[in-house]
């Protein structure tokens, strides 16, 4: 079973550059996550969406905007690429709503560089 | 902005110790879960715990959920070298934010 995938699995960007990073899932899941997971900070939500269609910002949005325009793809984007966003990045798929306990699935993530 | 502190940073241990891991936060959680990430890859989900004062056992992993569901412990007994990764844990709050906290993580490495 392939669950969530996430492309590119690593990526070196210049400042001012511009990329998406997708993600895909074959669960058939409402709610996708975007995260960001920098040393001692844990995992930060940047973006995430309840469904086909939907989007809403999490805790870290700045600088980054997502679609998801089909149920199983969710796209994120970086307009104008900064050092601040060097990351490892990972998307990742419930059920039902995480806030109610369920069970996250995650990509493998992205690892992105900026120059 | 609710916290959720993991102690220790980072553990180094011998095979066959026991080690316990701490998940603190002085928000109230509805529920917490515990996930193993190694590396490369993405973090598994290990358990949840819902109830205050709730102990969940996973062959050697021992789960607990504080009384007052502000902190949580991991216990591994007889730890083996397939136990190395790091250790998140993240609380889920029922309110209208669709948020999930994550803490800071404990990263585990069992020296054979």
């Known amino acids: 079973n392939a669950g969530v995938t996430q492309t590119p699995k690593f990526r070196v960007l210049k400042t001012g550059q511009s990329m998406t990073l997708l993600c895909a899932q074959d669960?058939?899941?409402?709610?996708m996550y975007w995260y960001r997971q920098d040393p001692g900070m844990g995992l930060r939500l940047i973006h995430y969406?309840?469904?086909?269609?939907?989007?809403a910002k999490g805790e870290v949005p700045d600088g980054y905007n997502v679609s998801r325009l089909k149920k199983q793809n969710f796209l994120l984007g970086l307009e104008s690429a900064a050092p601040s966003q060097t990351s490892v990045y990972f998307c990742?798929?419930?059920?039902?709503?995480?806030?109610?306990?369920?069970?996250?699935?995650f990509g493998d993530g992205t690892r992105l560089s900026i120059l | 902005t609710q916290l959720l502190e993991q102690s220790p940073q980072f553990l180094s241990i011998q095979e066959g110790e026991n080690l316990t891991v701490y998940c603190n936060s002085s928000?109230?959680?509805?529920?917490l879960q515990w996930y193993r990430q190694e590396p490369g890859e993405g973090p598994v989900l290990l358990v949840t715990?819902?109830?205050?004062?709730e102990v969940k056992k996973l062959k050697r992993l021992t789960f607990q959920f504080g009384d007052a569901r502000k902190d949580s412990s991991l216990h591994i007994t007889a730890a083996q070298p397939g136990d190395t990764g790091l250790y998140l844990c993240?609380?889920?709050?029922?309110?209208?934010?669709?948020?999930?906290?994550f803490g800071t993580g404990t990263k585990l490495q069992v020296i054979p």
């Open positions: 715990v819902v109830t205050g004062g």
């Open positions: 928000s109230v959680f509805s529920s």
């Open positions: 969406s309840v469904g086909e269609g939907t989007t």
């Open positions: 993240a609380g889920q709050n029922s309110g209208g934010y669709q948020k999930v906290t």
């Open positions: 669960m058939n899941h409402e709610y």
């Open positions: 990742a798929s419930s059920r039902g709503a995480s806030r109610l306990g369920e069970p996250q699935h």
